[in-house]
């Protein structure tokens, strides 16, 4: 058992080198390797989808680390699959929420630590794990697994008979899941307990900032969802490694051999895998519009429009979320009344996040807006939420979706939504407390270049895709070239695939920027923004238990910028009434 | 002017505007700041709901599946359960009880009584594990293994499964023996106590659900 920062103190400041940024129990140190192992994890994942659009786009060059003459399908499959899970797992669901969340959740109510700092230590380090398992996966007899990184049976269930990388590949995604599973699990359980129960004084839940909501609910998403994953992923080892059939349905045939196994259902991998994977795609952009109500609130001066609504808007996103997977199951042939009540559940999720987005824009309408860099990744999250989730309403419908769910309008949709949307939510974190982290600001000629460059790149990326969707070009296949109607579309591969490289050559613009600004940027103040939440009431970077064991009293709520009669325009959370300067 | 803006400030973000409220995160608002006594002894608590929640889902999910594939095929054959399972669920009766006996030694500082209850309950859940070895090797005898067929698989996978999590509580215990050996249990250890015994009767618990299971839905 971890022991609690509660009563006393916490743990002393680790002094040696190792305890301090290696195995270190300090949140906010957790909060950066989390942040660090992302970044990694995205490049890593930027890399593999360059070789996909270079496939798609020249299907008959060679290109390197995969020997002369085209590519495999096989190749792209596994390209497919690796992209998919180190993006969804240890980018989405590891920055956003255990980056950001463990940074700042804890200075944000008043904490000076997470409840289980051992237990948060721990978090890291299982994930870690399962991120080097992952990796292993390039290296094994075989290469990486090509099951798609939803990992759907029997392909994923039969081993090595059902393709390369089906064999010890596989294993390893799987095994990789269950400890990113595990992970997840012991730090969510972390967030909800810190949130529930260390909250300083006067910091009631209603004055909670809209980010330390967004990381509560999707802490208790990870809870009730990654378990789930957990057990599916028991399930399809013992399937694969022990001979059962929980998944591997009577008379299989694979390559002309029969397959070993009775009376599984594959359709049960998937009822199992969605009921975590719908939850999973909250679980990625829930962070990032917690982040995003913190900025435009901060750079529009002007208090988060709508705060109550917000935050019910965020528990009803969460909880609709648990009620809709099937539609992941549209074409699984499900009996279509069940098709139709998770379409209409799925068709309300329209109505929160409409709330959501009409909000953000109430927040900025009308005010003196700063356009920061933070500023604008906020902006851009917006856009490509509104852009992204537009589409979801086609999806949502089984006719249609029989029709879209195997083309790229799929992958135009979810990248707009949860993968861009959530990195743009990720970049507008980073700007934004970087001061907060390592006393320095971030470049802003730099920041801005390549904010815009991004913008339109990923607009250019996956506005075309949504086209080739509608005109049947089918997703996930890399050769296209022997198809009639499709050659037609070659064009456009080629175009999204310029546009995707220079879109990954401007993220590097983004990463000198940081390393840049680590060394040589401009010093920081306390509090750079101008906001008003607790973590700028302390020092850049802030002491190692966050306040020098003056705890804060909070005395109202997150959002107070431009109180009339007030002569500053924004008063902290901890500014009692007494202290707050009138306007002469 | 300013005065009166001040006082009647509509709702401005995050809920009811200035001032004090009575109580934010922590009980007594009379009390100074920082977390208030008791607050490591509460978020314990939490700490440990929050993870029989998360238990609890991964044994829901084996349930649906168990449901589910159980309507499926013609390859299920119920499995006789050995007998010897109902014996291990008295000797995990026993070990909730002594368990709670345990906890109440400790809150009322009877040494010698606690540290035999607490002997004795890591004794009975040693037990218990033994018992359940003493199972899968009987029904292993009868030539039924985890793949033999989709219940024998079930069978495996739940009993499993909770073996593994009552070792984990075994291991709890065992460091609280551990404590109690070098004279370092005392009532400022209850907290520890309490949530290995919350724990205890979960598990308790989840294995009348697990039997239950399995010998009803055959």
């Given at each position: 058992m971890s022991h609690a920062a509660g009563a006393h103190a916490v743990h002393h400041a680790p002094q040696g080198f190792i305890r301090k940024y290696i195995f270190s129990m300090d949140h906010k140190v957790i909060g950066i390797q989390y942040w660090f192992l992302a970044l990694t994890a995205v490049f890593v994942g930027m890399a593999l989808s360059l070789f996909m659009r270079l496939r798609l786009a020249w299907p008959t060059e060679s290109f390197p680390f995969f020997g002369e003459g085209p590519m495999t399908p096989e190749a792209y499959l596994s390209l497919v699959t690796m992209h998919g899970t180190i993006m969804v797992f240890f980018v989405l669901t590891t920055a956003p929420q255990a980056g950001f969340g463990n940074y700042a959740l804890p200075i944000q109510i008043g904490a000076a630590d997470m409840a289980f700092p051992f237990l948060n230590m721990m978090s890291f380090w299982v994930t870690l794990t399962g991120f080097f398992v992952i990796i292993a996966a390039f290296l094994v007899e075989g290469g990486a697994p090509i099951g798609g990184w939803t990992g759907y049976p029997p392909l994923s269930a039969v081993g090595e008979?059902?393709?390369?990388?089906?064999?010890?590949?596989?294993?390893?995604?799987i095994v990789s899941i269950a400890l990113f599973a595990v992970g997840s699990l012991l730090g969510s359980l972390n967030f909800i307990t810190t949130t529930l129960d260390l909250r300083t004084?006067?910091?009631?839940?209603m004055r909670m900032p809209l980010t330390c909501w967004a990381w509560f609910v999707t802490a208790i998403l990870m809870l009730l969802s990654f378990a789930v994953l957990l057990a599916a992923g028991i399930l399809l080892l013992l399937d694969r490694e022990l001979g059962t059939s929980f998944f591997i349905p009577a008379g299989l045939v694979f390559s002309e051999q029969v397959i070993d196994h009775r009376g599984g259902s594959p359709l049960l991998w998937q009822h199992l895998f969605w009921f975590f994977g719908h939850p999973e795609v909250y679980i990625a952009i829930v962070p990032g519009m917690g982040v995003t109500s913190q900025i435009l609130s901060t750079f529009a001066r002007k208090p988060i429009f709508g705060y109550r609504a917000m935050v019910f808007a965020l528990v009803g996103i969460g909880a609709l979320g648990f009620l809709v997977w099937g539609h992941h199951m549209f074409i699984s042939g499900m009996s279509p009344y069940s098709a139709m009540v998770f379409s209409v559940l799925t068709l309300a999720i329209g109505v929160p996040s409409a709330i959501k987005t009409f909000n953000w824009i109430g927040t900025m309408w009308g005010g003196q807006i700063r356009f920061t860099t933070p500023m604008l990744y906020a902006i851009g999250f917006v856009s490509l939420f509104v852009s992204g989730g537009l589409s979801g309403p086609f999806l949502g419908q089984p006719a249609l979706d029989l029709y879209l769910h195997d083309t790229y309008f799929v992958v135009a949709h979810f990248h707009l939504v949860m993968g861009v949307a959530a990195i743009f939510g990720m970049f507008a974190g980073t700007?934004?407390?970087?001061p907060k982290m390592f006393g320095r600001m971030m470049n802003e000629t730099l920041g801005k270049v390549h904010f815009w460059i991004t913008f339109f790149g990923v607009y250019a990326i996956f506005m075309p895709m949504h086209y080739i969707g509608i005109a049947g070009h089918p997703r996930r296949y890399a050769e296209t070239s022997g198809v009639d109607y499709l050659a037609s579309m070659q064009p456009v591969h080629e175009f999204i695939s310029i546009a995707a490289m220079i879109t990954i050559a401007a993220q590097l613009i983004f990463v000198i920027n940081f390393f840049w600004s680590l060394k040589k940027g401009e010093k920081a103040s306390e509090n750079p923004w101008e906001a008003t939440t607790l973590e700028w009431t302390v020092p850049s970077p802030p002491p190692h238990d966050n306040f020098g064991g003056n705890y804060p009293v909070v005395h109202r709520g997150p959002y107070e910028y431009s109180v009339p009669g007030v002569a500053q325009d924004y008063i902290l959370q901890t500014t009692p009434d007494s202290a707050v300067v009138k306007a002469k | 002017m300013a005065e009166t803006v001040l006082k009647q400030r509509p709702q401005v973000a995050g809920g009811r505007g200035g001032g004090d409220v009575t109580d934010g995160g922590f009980g007594d608002p009379g009390r100074g700041s920082g977390p208030p006594p008791g607050t490591a002894r509460r978020t314990y608590h939490t700490g440990m709901f929050l993870a029989l929640v998360g238990i609890s889902m991964l044994f829901i999910a084996f349930t649906s599946a168990y449901f589910v594939r159980g309507g499926l095929g013609d390859d299920w054959v119920?499995?006789?359960?050995?007998?010897?399972?109902?014996?291990?669920?008295?000797?995990?009766?026993?070990?909730?009880?002594?368990?709670?006996?345990?906890?109440?030694?400790?809150?009322?500082?009877?040494?010698?009584?606690?540290?035999?209850?607490l002997g004795l309950t890591a004794l009975l859940g040693?037990?218990?594990?033994?018992?359940q070895l003493a199972a899968w090797r009987q029904l292993a005898d009868r030539g039924i293994y985890l793949a033999t067929n989709p219940s024998s698989s079930f069978f495996y996978l739940l009993t499993g499964t909770h073996a593994i999590h009552l070792f984990g509580g075994l291991l709890a215990l065992l460091y609280i023996v551990w404590e109690a050996w070098r004279y370092r249990l005392g009532p400022a250890k209850r907290t520890l106590v309490e949530v290995t015994a919350i724990y205890w009767h979960f598990m308790d618990g989840l294995w009348i659900y697990i039997l239950v299971l399995l010998w009803y839905w055959r």
């Open positions: 008979i059902a393709g390369p990388g089906q064999g010890l590949g596989q294993t390893l995604w004084k006067g910091m009631s839940l700007v934004y407390w970087f | 119920p499995i006789g359960l050995p007998p010897l399972l109902w014996w291990n669920a008295g000797v995990l009766f026993a070990s909730s009880v002594t368990i709670e006996l345990t906890r109440r030694a400790l809150n009322q500082g009877l040494r010698s009584q606690c540290n035999a209850w040693a037990g218990f594990l033994a018992g």
